[in-house]
């Protein structure tokens, strides 16, 4: 049955029942597999302005204990199909926020109800992200079909909901800049785009200019292209483990840049054999080195980029222009020992 | 604008293969327009990796990593200085004097299995009870140098930052490779010799010579003159002046081929620390490196030249001392071929025989502190590890028999 004849048919028996003194959605709808329809109910109940000011004319609507602005309660908590200890879960991580509980808070459970999830998976997202008391049902019915147009459809939705409810935070804007970011900037494709934010949904809170580093560092240092990128899931890497895993295989002499025509003197190891494995397995099969030496190197690399970023913040300030002559290694002088390295 | 501006930045410095720091001054780029299509860095690392993955077989990455890493410094301290301190100072951050302390607090138990060889050159080690649960042996040597643990890569201070030099004008240690401490280790100088460094310049080894104060007289040599100013500079900045007079040290210019003409069978000690294509440093500085075109037939030249050099301090030492020849290479080319090319030459055109004397008992004692490489069939290789980031060394010691 479809969303709107269904919402026609259950407004239908509100108020074919609207006489009835308490409503009850329980004893109203029945059997248990109605609940999807009770929430829409709610739903309805709630959302829209234009909707809910017709039933509010009915006094005994007042008493449904699922209205907006109303304060959630155990009951209304069990009515919706949570268990009690879910029930006394939930109204923990709502009242949790300062002020106490939120005016958004029945509303933000009914537009989760709608995506699909089950009462458990509900309290699973609300316990990850509390924040989403705070969201008002519309933004969340808003950002939900923003993601949908993206490309998320059902499916992948609840799953990147579930994983990371944090998206449903941002607005708009931010989750669309990001995009469409990907699509412009780094010239991934529609479907690539969306494969992105699908499997490391986390790529709309980094900050652009650290996402834009991170791509151009991957397509023109490590020579990969998009396809490749979007495989081996490299926005769900830090990049520092980029450069570090990279750089480590780079300095081993394992991996080329590749020349103006793609092509290197050795086989470089896939990207993802190199991002997407756990660290023991990388260091085992494709670096084939000891942790000690990696530990080591990547405390050698955090000191190179902090040094490197000082280095770059003087030299947009002041032209300097230092002349080390030195040439032995010997030498006592600290800025010619210890400088004299090459910057990755 | 900024954010244009970052972007191009980026995408040059990623562009650059090797991403080459896009320092101007680098390439003496006050006269170039732009940088090298093909740096020297570059060549040096084709080179190495063609010829060293085949001699150092799997432990060519791990070494190949290091030499592109900041180097590992040790700081040889300044037994003329009377500032008071220093060693407590450099304790205090945590560092350990490797040559009385060969082995790191954890070390220890490893090196009093059963088995451990403690007596192989009594001369030179004095191996303090040859029971398990006694300090493992030590060298007997003035020299001190201090080294951050294994894995540790914080930096020394300057040592003119570190401690204000003393009354004198001397400063507290010098900071060099550690490495670069075992040739003087490896010498053994004992009291009242004399010593020949016949490429002396700039001055570290000579220093660790000096160290020991044990040397009745020292002659530091290097051919070019400005590296024998800079010399003179850091021996001015180190060394008393008692020492610096005519009847204990003599500092020349010669070219040290001619030694063999000059003074032969005199000294008792000889260091023959070649030019080389210093390895970490060809991989690191674009600055007149020897892997540049230009360059290419003094590369070329460069074991020829080193056998000579050797050959002149074989001829220099006298019968029953003893010479040590070191680099700061990997290459077989520059290392035991030489070696035996000069230890060939000294026998058929000068009936000089000598013998090569084993320096495991040096690499044993200290294993933990480097990384050698594991039994080369002439001489010792002490290898660049990201843990113990020193070298690369090649030292082969020899005693003159006739």
Partial sequence: ?344 | MAALMDTRILLRKIKDLRCLTPRRNRVKAKWAGSQPKYPATNLALQNFDATYSLQLGEQWPSVRVSMLCEPKYGALVNNFSTTEGVIADLQSQGCRDFVCQPVGVGALERLQAPGFPLHDNPSTLESVGVSQDVAPPRLRTNIKCFVFPGGDISRFKPSSLFHQPDLYGMLGYYLMDAASILPALALDVQEGHSVLDVCAAPGGKTLALLQTQAIRFLCVNDISVSRTYRLQRVLNSYVPKELLTEERMRITSFDGRKWGEIERDTFDRVLVDVPCTTDRHSVMEDENNIFKRARTKERQRLPQLQTELLLAGIEAVRPGGQVLYSTCSLSQLQNEYVVERAMHLAREEHGISLQVVDLRPITRLFKETFHFAPDPHLGQLVLPHLTANFGPIYMCKLQRLS
């Fill in chain 1, 1 to 344: 049955m479809s969303v709107q004849a269904t919402r026609r048919l259950v407004l239908q028996w509100t108020l074919r029942n609207a006489t009835c003194p308490v409503l009850n959605l329980r004893t109203i709808l029945g059997s248990d597999n109605v609940r999807q329809r009770g929430f829409m109910t709610c739903r309805l109940l709630c959302s829209t302005h234009n909707q809910t000011s017709t039933l509010h004319q009915h006094t005994d609507l007042s008493q449904l204990q699922l209205q907006p602005g109303r304060e959630l309660s155990i009951r209304a908590l069990l009515d919706m199909g949570f268990t009690d200890t879910q029930a006394d879960q939930l109204l923990e991580a709502a009242n949790k926020g300062r002020g106490g509980q939120s005016e958004h808070a029945s509303s933000t459970l009914m537009a989760l109800f709608v995506l699909g999830l089950n009462p458990s998976s509900v309290l699973k997202v609300l316990e990850k992200c509390p924040e989403l008391f705070y969201v008002k049902g519309t933004q969340l019915q808003q950002r939900m079909d923003n993601l949908r147009r993206l490309g998320l459809l059902e499916g992948s939705l609840q799953r990147v909901v579930s994983h990371y409810p944090q998206i449903l935070t941002l607005p708009l804007r931010r989750v669309n800049t990001v995009a469409r970011f990907l699509r412009e900037k780094c010239a991934f494709t529609v479907q690539q785009a969306t494969d992105i934010i699908r499997d490391s949904p986390a790529v709309v809170q980094d900050d652009l200019g650290q996402l834009e580093y991170k791509f151009q560092y991957t397509y023109f240092r490590m020579g990969v292209k998009q396809a490749e990128m979007v495989k081996s899931k490299l926005f769900r890497v830090t990049l520092e483990e980029v450069r570090c895993r990279h750089s480590f295989l780079e300095r081993r002499g394992l991996y080329q840049t590749p020349d103006k025509k793609g092509q290197t003197l050795i086989v470089n190891p896939k990207l993802k054999d190199i991002l997407a494995v756990a660290e023991e397995t990388y260091l085992a099969d494709i670096a084939m080195a000891t942790r000690e030496e990696f530990k080591v190197f990547q405390k050698m690399m955090a000191r190179e980029w902090q040094e490197e970023d000082e280095e770059q913040d003087r030299d947009m300030g002041a032209d300097s222009d230092d002349d080390d002559e030195e040439e032995d290694e010997d030498e006592e002088d600290m800025k010619s020992g210890y400088r004299q390295r090459r910057k990755k």
